[in-house]
């Protein structure tokens, strides 16, 4: 097999990798900080994708879409987080769990009755449209965009959470809550701030996968299932875990698509499963908290 298709496949692997990330980050931050299990991630997923598609549609441009698409879904995710949310702090984590799986039913089918069950597609922007030679073969320039995308949201992510006091406020609040309303610090803010982010990910990861997909009502389900099985083998509540394992699984799709299409959607499964005979908690995981 030619070298270069094989390395062609690795970089489409990784993009497919980078949305992986981006919206498994989102579910991670929310349960590691919250302790939450979001089970309407998918569907914010999916929301995120036709507003970014209706709003790319409003003004003329996809990066107006990319833009406000998730602000204003996160933005919808502290809402979630005040009215609904809130109230099941301290309580059993099945029933922040059960709630959002209600949740996202509702939303699924709201989008359904509003917009109907085909799928639309997602215009690639006409900068992004066609391919770039890289020497050793062609590759679409949408999916390095979003692969160079994904790795400058991650470094402010990152320089955010652990650089500024911003984010130190953010992750001692998640630690400690009560020491921090004692020092004066508004926790619900702070609660606010994580499930907005958290939200707004999966929203951005929507935007991002729309071009390389049909949006519809349904592209929230596998997505979701991709997302907790790249949180179970990067470790729950793991950041770090969440990019490696995102890359690894997207990595791995689209290499076993190359030789066995059919085993493609069962590799992530099977990988997960080898992680947690290994190490249990995951791979970044803390020891005692398993899957």
Known sequence: MDLSLIIMQLLSGIALGAVLVITALGLTIVFGMLGVVNFAHGALFMIGAYAGLYLASLTGSFWWGLLLAPILIGAFGMLIEFVLIRRLYGRSIDDPLLLTFGLSYVLVEGVRIVFGSDGIPFPTPPQLIGVLDLGIGFFPRYRLFVIALVAVVLLVLWLTLEKTRVGLIVRAGARDPTIMQVLG?????????????????????????????????????????????????????????????????????SMVALFAPEMATIVMFALMAVVLLIRPQGLFGVRGRTA
Do not use: H, K, Y
């Open 185 to 253: 610090v508004d926790i619900g803010r702070v609660w606010l701030a994580i499930f907005g982010l958290g939200v707004g990910l999966a929203a951005l990861g929507g935007v991002l996968a729309g071009p390389m997909r049909s949006v519809n009502p349904e592209m929230g389900s596998l997505v979701l299932a991709e997302a907790f099985v790249v949180t179970v083998i990067g470790g729950l509540g793991s950041i770090v875990g969440a990019v490696v394992a995102g890359l690894m699984v997207g990595i791995s799709i």
